[in-house]
Nanobody, 119 residues
């Protein structure tokens, strides 16, 4: 059974930094795409950043220049370096893996990690 586990969330003041990590277990193959999603209180989950197997990355406009997504040394591990945090970055951050395996689509989610930005 594939499991994604996020870590690194916490409480910081505006302008602070956090580094989120997503570690995978139970997968027998490398994921095509991994990404981070943000769900603010009372709002829908939105894509923050993604990285594909080639290493190409994509970011939401609201985090460009502040957040950096990267792959870890272990397979199917990603990180999200979050700098210049703003109060609107508060919420739960979820890790997602998706793609196709043997022509069948797959999608896996972690349980999320809470980030609170407040003075």
């Amino acid at each position: 059974q594939v499991q994604l586990e996020e870590s690194g969330g916490g409480s910081v003041q505006p302008g602070g930094s956090l580094r989120l990590s997503c570690v995978t277990s139970g997968s027998r193959f490398a994921f095509d795409t991994m990404g981070w999603y943000h769900q603010a209180p009372g709002k829908e989950r939105e894509l923050v950043a993604s990285i594909i197997s080639s290493g190409s990355t994509d970011y939401a406009e609201s985090v460009k220049g502040r957040f950096t997504i990267s792959r870890g040394n272990a397979r199917n591990t990603i990180h999200l370096e979050m700098n210049g945090l703003k109060t609107e970055d508060t919420g739960v951050y979820y890790c997602k893996a998706s793609g196709y395996y043997a022509k069948y689509p797959y999608e896996f989610w972690g349980q999320g990690t809470q980030v609170t930005v407040s003075s």
